[in-house]
């Protein structure tokens, strides 16, 4: 069997190291994504090794899990978990691509738009169609959604 993920045998690679260190955050976060990982690659009619972008996938939405933890927690009082959660999506952004600035991603938003010659908020499927693939993990879904939003508000007025 062929393996198809680089990525997921750095993070086990990583899980020893992080265990040999004794690394109690590191650890338990690359636990945790492989976990993620396993239960994705598990899930559906048959069993399948995940690609390194399906690995980036389970790991941009574990990240924003943790990333949505730490605000409840926050907004809660309850800083050391608040604080547990950030240190774990600390640990995950290592293993993502690096995120788009804002000027990238409304670059690639203008793009989309004149290809498409998109106008207007009803024509935001279309758009979201094109800049999705290239974004591909740099950047949250609601990130993409909300500047080609604004995009195509500032177009259409």
């Known amino acids: 069997m062929v393996r198809m993920s680089a990525l997921k045998d750095k993070l086990q690679a990583d899980l020893s190291a992080a265990m040999k260190s004794r690394d109690e955050v590191r650890t338990r976060t ?4 492989l976990a993620a990982i396993n239960v994705e690659e598990v899930a559906g ?3 399948r090794e995940l690609s390194d972008e399906e690995v980036v996938k389970v790991l941009t939405k574990e990240a924003k899990k943790r990333r949505e933890a730490a605000e409840a927690f926050s907004n809660a009082g309850r800083q050391d978990r608040a604080q547990a959660e ?15 600035s804002d000027e990238e991603l409304y670059r690639l938003v203008d793009e989309a738009i004149a290809e498409t010659g998109a106008a207007g908020p ?33 177009s259409s007025s």
């Open 122 to 154: 009803q024509a935001m499927g279309q758009v979201m169609k094109v800049v999705n693939p290239r974004v591909a993990g740099r950047a949250e879904g609601g990130r993409v959604a909300q500047a080609v939003r604004s995009r195509l508000a500032a």
């Open 45 to 47: 009619k048959a069993a």
């Open 30 to 33: 690359i636990r945790m994504a």
């Open 86 to 100: 950030l240190d774990e999506h600390a640990v995950l952004e290592e293993y993502l691509p690096a995120q788009l």
